[in-house]
T-cell receptor, first 112, second 114 residues
Framework: DAGITQSPRHKVTETGTPVTLRCHQT?????MYWYRQDPGHGLRLIHY???????DKGEVSDGYSVSRSKTEDFLLTLESATSSQTSVYFC???????????FGPGTRLTVL | QQQVKQSPQSLIVQKGGISIINCAYE??????FPWYQQFPGKGPALLIA?????SEKKEGRFTISFNKSAKQFSLHIMDSQPGDSATYFC?????????????FGEGTQLTVNP
């Protein structure tokens, strides 16, 4: 357990509203990631960060933005939520030593 | 595009049997191949991982077999137990030059009947 928390754990919102998900880690890991999990697709990378203020896009980044102002926090924002963004979102961290990524408990987001 | 293909999508085995899940990858730059286990309502957790310079890695009842020339790797669960019932994901990574990003397979839902 790498001390990763995600908030909120569940959220229901309406199409067109902005949504921000938060990931907080206590292990001082350099790398942080946001994935979404959908049936039949496994986990797909949305965005990742390799340091404070250093971020890059993953394979499904359209409609999402991220920010990392502190090592411990990585925020994922849906600028205008759509029903296709209904999913379970996982945050992960990576220390750079064992190559293991540690995952948070997930946030279930429903966009009506 | 999916760079890691996983099969089967679901698998049902009897207690004590062998569970086998297969993955195939396309990008020869991948240099780390982990398997993650996920229980309902939880995040994935690393189960076992292998690098392409070895053909097999065993940890307890779990074994990864790796075939570099075929670009395939598989997870074998020996003496499967009901507690092994979970979703299993294979993945691949290219290291820190690419941000150590993981590319996942589609997942296999394993059910072990008592």
């Amino acid at each position: 357990d790498a001390g990763i928390t995600q908030s909120p754990r569940h959220k229901v919102t309406e199409t067109g509203t902005p949504v921000t998900l938060r990931c907080h880690q206590t292990e001082n890991h350099r790398y942080m990631y946001w994935y979404r999990q959908d049936p039949g697709h496994g986990l797909r990378l949305i965005h990742y960060s390799y340091g404070v203020k250093d971020t890059d896009k993953g394979e499904v980044s359209d409609g999402y933005s991220v920010s990392r102002s502190k090592t411990e926090d990585f925020l994922l924002t849906l600028e205008s939520a759509t029903s296709s963004q209904t999913s379970v979102y996982f945050c992960a961290t990576y220390s750079g030593t064992s190559r293991e990524q540690f995952f948070g408990p997930g946030t279930r987001l429903t966009v009506l | 595009q999916q760079q890691v293909k996983q099969s089967p999508q679901s698998l049902i085995v009897q207690k004590g049997g062998i569970s086998i899940i297969n993955c195939a990858y396309e990008n020869t730059a991948f240099d780390y191949f982990p398997w993650y286990q996920q229980f309902p309502g939880k995040g994935p957790a690393l189960l076992i991982a292998i690098r392409p310079d070895v053909s097999e890695k065993k940890e307890g009842r779990f074994t990864i077999s790796f075939n570099k020339s075929a670009k395939q790797f598989s997870l074998h669960i020996m003496d499967s137990q009901p507690g092994d019932s979970a979703t299993y994901f294979c993945a691949a990574s290219m290291g820190e030059t690419s941000g150590s990003r993981l590319t996942f397979g589609e997942g296999t839902q394993l059910t072990v009947n008592p």
